[in-house]
């Protein structure tokens, strides 16, 4: 029997950070101190200094961290093009990482390697509070192309790191050298870049957004139709029960496109969503998705199955009445199920317990609404994250069932590669591992955007439904980019 303990840490894994999922206006908002230019010019003076004195010790991390008031991270990221940017926003808003430069890059090109991925990650985290940030591609295969930036795995250890942690914020810098010529280089580099940093600028404007030049669909409805109906045929076969597939479109602006402000506008609008951004040579790789892959505390696991999409109205009966449709129609509960399925019987033979709710709930965005199903577990000795990764990643929320069938009828049917959509993104730390699943994103390159979507077919799907849900996924995108 669980002790109050664990049954009070299963019960918070089991329910997510907030509870059960609501209106995006239920969650709560966090009370921040503001930032004290003064105080924060001592603390980046206390780091600089720091990192000046540091000393060559191989395979060792040097680190130092310095607290600051509230810092907006999207706008620091912005306002800071001075490497490599990512960042890592919890769903609930309490937990976020922000990166500029890296002190260390671990990549793989097949998940054969996550093992070592992993174990080299916490090898140099050993204790620290620190966290690796990064993904891997729906296919855990390299990307060409336009996503020929992006490997099968990568994740980073950022040089200068902005952390929030409630009210709590920290500029943390990190330095991971095998060598002392690799050491001076990157001391050197760092320094470069803190000397650079702004902590504060002008009041913030949004920048001037304006219709797109040019808009291309990489699958019109005609198309879209064709391929639902080969999917509906092979189920008919016996030879699937679902497949996602997936659409891109493609936008052309008369500027570049600011990625942080955009992410953050779109973040507001879908409040309860991780966001999430990774720049990698002259790419960003960035989204805002309702979807958790896993969340690893110590010994408990908590996932969850999202599928099943309902649009949503303005008018409050009207969305009640469509919330209640999302839970009793039989088409989108057969979708769902094959998620929670798929993800109980993966997660069976690695736990002691699984714990979910007998029924269904449902989560709400700014256009459409999912059902939603938390599942959490206590994991049986020496599971490890790379175990959790390969044996989740990819769900039926994005492939389909089963899987390998699924996976081949989409490189057959799909005109444009995946990439990272609809992979995996998150953050390694010693305490705590939690991966998104990589939905409702976009690939940024200069003024283009390609932004992504994707609708599970089972029987009893529609084309007309599913494309206006595919037209749902992108606009909530689009409104982000062009306000």
Not at 88 to 114: C, E, F, M, N, P
Not at 161 to 175: C, K, S, T, Y
Not at 211 to 217: E, I, M, N, S
Request: glycine content about 6%.
């Amino acid at each position: 029997m669980s002790s109050p303990s664990q049954s009070n840490r299963q019960q918070r894994l089991l329910d997510g950070e907030s509870g059960a999922f609501a209106d995006p206006a239920s969650m709560p908002s966090i009370d921040r101190a503001q930032l004290d230019p003064i105080a924060a010019d001592v603390a980046l003076q206390r780091l600089i200094d720091a990192a000046k004195q540091w000393h060559f010790q191989a395979g060792r991390l040097l680190h130092a961290t310095e607290s600051v008031g509230h810092l907006d991270a999207f706008q620091w990221l912005h306002h800071n093009p001075l490497g490599e940017r990512c960042l890592w926003r919890s769903r609930d808003g309490q937990t976020l990482w922000a990166g500029i430069g890296a002190a260390v890059v671990l990549t793989a090109s097949a998940d054969g390697d996550y093992d070592d991925l992993f174990t080299h990650m916490h090898h140099v985290l050993e204790h620290h509070d620190k966290a690796f940030l990064g993904g891997i591609a729906f296919n855990h295969r390299p990307g060409d192309s336009e996503w020929q930036d992006f490997p099968a795995a990568r994740f980073i250890l950022p040089a200068v790191a902005l952390r929030q942690q409630g009210d709590h914020h920290e500029l943390q810098i990190n330095l991971y050298a095998s060598s002392h010529e690799a050491f001076v280089r990157q001391r050197q580099q760092l320094v470069h870049t803190l000397e650079s940093l702004k902590l504060a600028w002008p009041e913030h404007i949004d920048p001037a957004s304006s219709d797109p030049v040019q808009r291309q669909d990489h699958m019109v409805f005609s198309a879209c139709r064709r391929r639902i109906h080969e999917v509906l045929h092979q189920i008919d076969q016996g030879e699937l029960e679902k497949a996602v597939l997936a659409r891109r479109v493609d936008v052309l602006l008369d500027h570049v496109v600011p990625a942080f402000p955009v992410l953050q506008r779109w973040q507001k609008n879908n409040q309860g969503c991780f966001a999430f951004a990774f720049e990698m040579g002259s790419s960003l790789f960035m989204g805002c998705t309702p979807e958790r892959l896993f969340r690893r505390e110590g010994h408990y696991i908590a996932t969850e199955a999202l599928a099943g999409t309902m649009t949503r109205d303005s008018n409050p009966e009207t969305d009640a009445f469509l919330a209640r449709e999302l839970l009793n129609d039989p088409k989108l509960s057969l979708e769902h199920q094959l998620v929670a399925g798929f993800i109980q019987a993966q997660l069976q033979p690695l736990t002691e317990q699984l714990y979910s709710p007998s029924l269904p709930g449902v989560i709400k965005l700014d256009r459409i609404q999912h059902r939603y199903l938390p599942i959490s577990g206590q994991l049986r000795p020496g599971v490890s994250d790379a175990q959790l990764l390969s044996c989740l990643h990819p769900t039926p929320a994005v492939c389909g069932v089963p899987k390998v069938a699924a996976q081949a009828l989409i490189q057959q049917l799909e005109a444009t590669q995946r990439g990272w959509y609809s992979g995996a993104v998150g953050l390694v730390s010693p305490q705590t591992v939690e991966f998104a699943v990589a939905i409702r994103s976009a690939l940024v390159r200069g003024n283009q955007v390609s932004c992504f979507s994707g609708v599970g077919i089972v029987a009893g799907s529609e084309p007309e439904t599913e494309w206006q849900e595919l037209e749902a996924k992108i606009s909530s995108f689009l409104d982000a980019l062009m306000r």
